[in-house]
């Protein structure tokens, strides 16, 4: 049974700090990714992370948290981690973390995404 299970959200002033992190189990893959879903907005992207064994082969963001988020994997836990500083406001989202069996990278669709987490809710008051 595939699992995804997302923690470390919460309330946040804006300027803090968050660390999301992601456990999966149940299948091997090769991409995954964080997304964020605003009350009345769609899905979007957020950062992916792309490996093979023990080596990451890419990371990507989005360009409204580029240098602001950090994507990491811990391979003997298999875990992914997403490091939030300089939180803002408009970061408030329930956070998703996504999987994929193929290996994928750029700025990628929801719809690639074959596993999901419940998601985690980040709340950053101004």
């Known amino acids: 049974q595939v699992q995804l299970v997302e923690s470390g959200g919460g309330l946040v002033q804006a300027g803090g700090s968050l660390r999301l992190s992601c456990a999966a189990s149940?299948?091997?893959?090769?991409?995954m990714g964080w997304f964020r879903q605003a009350p009345g907005k769609e899905r979007e992207f957020v950062a992916s992370?792309?490996?093979?064994?023990?080596?990451?082969?890419?990371?990507d963001y989005a360009g409204s948290v580029k240098g602001r988020f950090t994507m990491s994997r811990d391979n003997a836990k298999n875990t992914v981690y997403l490091q939030m500083n300089s939180l803002k406001p408009e970061d408030t989202a329930v956070y998703y973390c996504?999987?994929?069996?193929?290996?994928?990278?750029?700025?990628?669709?929801?719809?690639?995404?074959?596993?999901w987490g419940k998601g985690t809710l980040v709340t950053v008051s101004s």
């Open positions: 992370l792309t490996w093979s064994g023990s080596s990451i082969y890419y990371t």
């Open positions: 996504g999987a994929a069996t193929a290996q994928l990278r750029g700025r990628l669709s929801a719809a690639t995404m074959g596993y």
């Open positions: 149940g299948r091997t893959f090769s991409t």
